[in-house]
């Protein structure tokens, strides 16, 4: 079973930069779009951004300008680039991946989650 293993989170101060980075722990056999979504406590899970395979980005409207996401195909990694960082940006912060297994289905993997904290 191919785990998601995140790593990058912690505490910051206001205005302040993170960067998470997400590998798997195995191999997948088709990755389709890599992402990163998070949970603020008691609120639902939320999409933050997406990179497909061409490179086609998509980022939630509260992180434009702010956030950046890049991928390493080679490594199967993906990052998340945190800048200007805001009270409002604390959640949980999780990895994910949509793929496929060599007989063409799709996977939806995620990560246990890493947590963002950020507070003065």
């Known amino acids: 079973q191919v785990q998601l293993v995140e790593s990058g989170g912690g505490l910051v101060q206001p205005g302040g930069s993170l960067r998470l980075s997400c590998a798997p722990s195995?191999?997948?056999?088709?990755?389709?779009?890599m992402g990163w979504y998070r949970q603020a406590p008691g609120k639902q899970r939320e999409l933050v951004a997406t990179?497909?395979?061409?490179?086609?980005?998509n980022y939630a409207d509260s992180v434009k300008g702010r956030f950046t996401i890049s991928r390493d195909n080679a490594k199967n990694t993906v990052h998340l680039q945190m800048n200007s960082l805001k009270p409002e940006d604390t959640a949980v912060y999780f990895c994910?991946?949509?793929?496929?297994?060599?007989?063409?289905?799709?996977?939806?993997?995620w990560g246990r989650g890493t947590q963002v904290t950020v507070s003065s």
């Open positions: 994910y991946i949509h793929g496929s297994v060599y007989n063409g289905s799709r996977v939806n993997y």
């Open positions: 195995g191999s997948i056999f088709s990755i389709y779009i």
């Open positions: 990179i497909a395979n061409g490179g086609d980005t």
